[in-house]
């Protein structure tokens, strides 16, 4: 069992540039999480979704966009990507009522 | 609204030492508790929960007890080892919740 599973685990990337962080799970989980986490710090809520084709604003959404077009399938897209999104990305998801499973996330520099 | 309060990090312990880190939140209703556990370079695990009051959650020598009077749920660990070393961040679930909301987490680091 897989769990869930976020690629790439690095990236550098260079300011204006795009990319996408993929994350798919493999647990039938209809709850779906995007956090960040910036070095010392706790996580922050992105986005999050709560089935194939619903997603909300977490916290901190600026500069983020998600979809969800099947119930295995999280990703995460940066647009213009900027110095202050160098951060670890942690995708997870969870049933209904119980504990979060985590990715083992994505360390993403922006330079 | 709905919030947790962790005590400050960074608690530094000797090997063999007592632990509490202490939790409180605020929710609606009667939230399930957990503790997670986050290691070095690595993504958070679930460590113990808790979904009614006065349940204790137990789990590699770790306990936290879900105490509904005083809204917490303190982690306590009787004798911590180096390996313990980590973040641990307490993440109440309010029930009906889609957003799920953690804070700042506690580091532990414990030296030999």
């Known amino acids: 069992n897989a769990g869930v599973t976020q690629t790439p685990k690095f990236r550098i990337l260079k300011i204006g540039q795009s990319m996408t962080l993929q994350c798919t799970q493999d647990m039938n989980h209809n709850y779906m999480y995007w956090y960040r986490q910036d070095p010392g710090m706790g996580l922050k809520l992105i986005y999050y979704?709560?089935?194939?084709?619903?997603?909300d604003k977490g916290e901190v959404p600026n500069g983020y966009n998600v979809s969800r077009s099947t119930t295995e399938d999280f990703p995460l897209r940066l647009e213009l990507a900027a110095p202050s999104q160098t951060s670890v990305y942690f995708c997870a998801s969870r049933p209904q009522s119980t504990e979060a499973f985590f990715g083992q996330g994505t360390r993403l520099t922006v330079v | 609204g709905d919030s947790v309060t962790q005590m400050e990090g960074p608690v530094t312990l000797s090997e063999e030492a007592f632990l509490t880190i202490n939790c409180t939140y605020t929710a609606t209703g009667y939230p399930s508790l957990f503790w997670y556990v986050q290691y070095p370079g690595e993504g958070l695990q679930l460590l113990l929960k808790?979904?009614?009051?006065?349940d204790k959650g137990s789990n590699k020598g770790f306990e936290a007890t879900y105490r509904k009077e005083t809204t917490s749920f303190h982690l306590e660990k009787g004798s911590v080892q180096v390996s313990d070393s980590a973040v641990y961040f307490c993440?109440?679930?309010?029930?009906?919740?889609?957003?799920?909301?953690f804070g700042t987490g506690t580091r532990l680091k414990v030296l030999a």
């Open positions: 993440a109440p679930l309010p029930s009906g919740t889609y957003k799920y909301i």
């Open positions: 808790a979904t009614k009051a006065d």
């Open positions: 979704s709560v089935g194939a084709g619903i997603t």
